[in-house]
């Protein structure tokens, strides 16, 4: 059975532009469209209550959405974790595509089976949906020297470094990321201090840039 498709994106032109496009030139039907969190949530809560079937399905997410104040944030990462963790595998669609992008949001921690550029040609996003839809993972080639100079960085990492990185973000204090892994705020300085000169940095900013998490 051909999967139906999920499509994520907060730009309703784009939204319904990718959906007519797939279903233009594909054998694919787009049966749902989510332009926001809350969206995703509803058709999240008809799988968990076993309405729709996972393995029936894939979902195509953008990354950043607006929020109320008209500021972005990467919570599409989230969206893309929760539906992998409902089975359903997802394919990263976005405009930010450097190489921490790319890394973060196929990491076990976020689960995508595939990311597409969304400046690539629509017919990339459709050969990321046959392989994904048929068990397999797709990167767009364009992405994959990016992808693997993160991935050489974040290999270096030791556990409590990685604990660190993945704790950090724009908004919290270094108190903050102290008291969540109760540890001292030196302590997390120095790892900061290491993880910058790995990742080839100087600020907190420069790290999330470069790690995909801003």
Not at 37 to 56: M, P
Not at 123 to 147: D, H, K, M, P, R
Request: aromatic share 8%.
């Amino acid at each position: 059975m051909r999967k139906s498709i999920i499509i994520v994106d907060d730009h309703a032109l784009l939204l319904n532009g990718i959906k007519n496009w797939i279903e233009n030139h594909s054998g694919y039907k787009v049966k749902f469209q989510a332009s926001n969190v809350e969206d995703c949530k509803e058709i999240q809560n008809q799988f968990e209550k076993g309405s729709l079937k996972a393995d029936e399905f894939l979902a195509v997410v953008d990354i950043s959405f607006k929020t109320v104040d008209s500021q972005m944030e990467n919570s599409g990462f989230d969206i893309i974790k929760k539906f992998s963790g409902l089975n359903i595998p997802c394919i990263a669609y976005s405009s930010h595509d450097s190489g921490g992008f790319v890394e973060h949001a196929t990491s076990p921690a976020v689960g995508a089976k595939g990311f597409v550029s969304k400046t690539a040609d629509e017919s990339i996003l459709l050969a990321a949906i046959n392989s994904v839809a048929n068990g397999g993972t797709y990167i767009q080639a364009e992405l994959v020297t990016g992808l693997l100079e993160v991935r050489d960085i974040t290999q270096t990492f030791t556990k409590k470094e990685k604990l660190v990185a993945d704790t950090l973000t724009i908004h919290n204090t270094n108190a903050e990321v102290a008291a969540t892994l109760g540890i001292a705020e030196k302590t997390v300085v120095n790892y900061l201090t290491i993880l910058y000169d790995k990742a080839g940095v100087e600020n907190k900013l420069q790290f999330l840039e470069k790690m995909g998490r801003l």
